[in-house]
């Protein structure tokens, strides 16, 4: 066997610009395959690392999906608020153990801007129920200091003490910044690769003395310098959401039901994992859609691959007559051409992988940024390797068809013109 792919491996050295070809085509197709795997299993985490211990979220009616995705994911808008009283309530019920409120509609140079209070950075957690940490400064207790994300600080350059204006909504031109307040920078947290790293937060009453003046979006002229909002009282009127932790998963579901029918204002309450399943299920087609085509350049290079073989053969039929007049017995023929494809596909193989490794590695920083998509640069998965056993297989599958061919030519057929 031995000799069979050394011989094998010389005979596509002497084809160099064909073999460099099929090994290209399927290379690219394992790129694409793995390619699409990767990004899929690593949003699928990164979406799931991003909120962890939270029982319910609360919002103003609507859709779990879109609930989930504004409130967790700073993905849309909220469609209604909560009147701050409700939170109060519910904060309050004896099943709760802590409840974080969240407000948002506002940026910062593209960043969202989140209005919190201290139960966010102790009660928070994201992957494996990890708590929050700041690699520099503090919480914020100043109406207008601001802890920022690690993405914030690295891509803005900031660095605690650093100050910055927010604006009104999720743009940034100048009718719509909040220029006579600026806030300081008092704390940066440690990367989470979540969306926590591309927040600005500020205190719930920041979002409240920000708006003074303030009226559908609009500036109504007169605004009061910060000095005059800090002997005010900012005591939020309403909120986008919040996030609240039990006492007891067992009251679960209680809760939510008593959430859903609260008779006050209307509220969704849902189940993160439950809302997450849900988001997967509609992208379940899009994603079936991509492995399909994935598999389709796949099989679109294993065939350009026998095409070559088929070629080659017609050209080699006086070479395998050759052989076989030296001794070489049919199945030596036969193994050899399957030898070869095997070889041309592994060699693929082994190309694609570390081709898609080096595009992770250049990509995964600018996924991260865009899509807040984290991709780790791991060891293949068992599931990757399936998908590279399968390619292999279908490589040697492949390599039958030329190989029967040959099995079947008979020694004088070679040794004429005639093809």
């Not at 610009?17 to 985490?45: D, M």
């Not at 679109?300 to 080659?312: D, N």
């Amino acid at each position: 066997m031995k000799v069979i792919l050394n011989l094998a491996w010389k005979s596509l050295l002497n084809r160099k610009a064909t073999a460099l070809l099929t090994v290209l085509t399927v290379a690219i197709a394992v790129v694409l395959l793995l390619g699409v795997e990767r990004i899929r299993t690593q949003a699928k985490e990164s979406f799931a690392n991003t909120i962890s211990g939270t029982d319910l979220i609360v919002g103003g009616r609507s859709g779990q999906v879109n609930l989930l995705l504004y409130s967790v994911f700073r993905i849309g808008n909220a469609t209604n608020n909560i009147d701050w009283k409700s939170y109060q309530e519910f904060s309050q019920h004896p099943a709760v153990k802590w409840a974080i409120p969240i407000s948002l509609g506002d940026s910062h140079k593209g960043f969202r801007v989140l209005g919190t209070n201290h139960n966010y950075f102790e009660h928070y957690r994201y992957g494996s129920k990890q708590p929050l940490t700041f690699s520099q400064g503090r919480e914020f207790n100043g109406l207008f200091e601001t802890v920022i994300g690690a993405d914030v600080a690295q891509t803005l350059g900031y660095q605690v003490g650093s100050q910055i204006i927010i604006a009104h909504g999720i743009s940034d031109v100048g009718f719509s910044r909040h220029d006579n307040l600026p806030f300081t920078v008092v704390g940066i947290l440690a990367p989470t690769g979540t969306p926590v790293d591309k927040t600005v937060h500020v205190s719930l009453e920041a979002i409240e003395a920000i708006h003074v003046g303030w009226e559908s979006g609009a500036n109504l002229g007169h605004q009061p310098s910060a000095e005059q909002l800090a002997q005010r009282d900012f005591t939020p009127k309403q909120i986008t959401a919040m996030l609240v932790g039990l006492k007891s998963k067992i009251q679960t579901f209680a809760l939510q039901r008593q959430i859903n029918d609260y008779p006050q204002e209307p509220l969704s309450a849902i189940m993160p994992g439950v809302a997450l399943h849900e988001l997967w299920g509609m992208m379940s087609v899009a994603e079936q859609a991509l492995m399909a085509v994935s598999v389709f350049v796949v099989v679109a290079g294993l065939l350009g691959m026998l095409s070559s073989l088929l070629t080659s053969l017609q050209e080699r039929r006086r070479e395998m007559s050759i052989l076989r007049a030296m001794g070489a017995r049919p199945q030596h023929v036969f193994a050899l051409l399957v030898s070869e494809a095997s070889v041309l596909t592994l060699v693929g193989i082994l190309l694609g992988v570390s081709v898609l490794y080096l595009l992770l590695a250049l990509a995964a920083p600018l996924i991260a940024s865009q899509y807040g998509i984290q991709i780790a640069l791991a060891g293949l998965t068992a599931y990757e390797w399936q998908l590279l056993g399968c390619v292999q297989l279908a490589g040697i599958v492949i390599g039958f068809i030329p190989a029967l061919r040959a099995y079947r030519q008979s020694l004088s057929d070679g040794m004429t013109i005639r093809l």
